[in-house]
């Protein structure tokens, strides 16, 4: 059983990045996994918990919040008929197969070589966030053949690599291909269901050396963290909803896209050792 101080450090550090993450989850409508992985790297590295599977354990516990929140977000725009489900149903086997390879991917790297490659993607999904526009479009409709063949792995085997949901490469794939903003934010909670399940499977049967892994911790994934981070961001996300609706939205965005080059170079400058 482990120490009494280090299970309420570590609650009291996860109640305050479950709340920093459902604020911005309502705010931006991102599903936090881009904010809780390098969070979760935080909390684990402060309790002691920093073997050479820290970076897997942050990754899985991410993807099994996000499997969470994305079943509730698809559901929620299901109701209002925003989802786009012949996209979802086309994607699907595609995503689901790149998940797969993500999390066989993931396993076999070293947790440095993962917040390299975590550090260098955020800088791109930043960058596409900063600079972006609505108006831009690449074709009239989705990809399809050996387009879609081609990218909806991608999708899913970066987004692994991430520990997101789909939103950060579904949504502008589908708005530069003329679906409008609402429904592909819609369709993109369920690329995130079909990114997190797979991977969330794969990630219960990697085990972390138990020298090295946080208490409650199942596979590579701790429960405590995935519990704590799903109640606080149930709470708190209706506040970053009323954030978002009295601030300028494209200023808003940009001041996001600024925070994730921060989390983007933040990572890499821990690998350089800096």
Known sequence: MADFSVLIQMLVLLLITGAFAGVLAGALGVGGGIVLVPAFLYVFGVLGFTGPQVMQLSLATSL????????????????????????????????????????????????????????????????????????????????????????????????????????????????????????????????????????????????????????FTVGSINLAAFGIIIAMTLLTAPLGVRLAHGLDPDRLKRAFGVFLVLVGLNMLRKVAGL
Do not use: C
Request: no cysteine.
């Open 64 to 215: 099994a919040t996000i499997m969470v929140t994305s079943v509730r977000s698809v559901m929620n725009h299901n109701k209002k008929g925003a989802v786009e489900w012949d996209i979802l149903r086309t994607w699907a086997p595609g995503i689901i197969f790149g998940a797969a390879l993500g999390v066989w991917v993931a396993s076999s790297l070293r947790a440095d070589v993962l917040q390299i490659i975590f550090g260098a993607l955020v800088m791109i999904v930043a960058t596409y966030v900063v600079f972006s526009k609505t108006s831009w479009r690449i074709a009239d409709m989705m990809p399809t053949g050996l387009t879609r063949l081609m990218a909806s792995p991608i999708v899913g085997f970066l987004s692994v690599l991430l520990g997101i949901g789909g939103g950060s490469f579904g949504v502008p794939i589908m708005t530069l291909h003329g679906v409008p903003i609402h429904r592909a934010v819609a369709t993109a909670a369920g690329f995130g269901l079909l990114i997190a399940m797979p991977a969330v499977v794969g990630f219960l049967f990697l085990p972390v050396d138990p020298t090295s892994r946080p208490p």
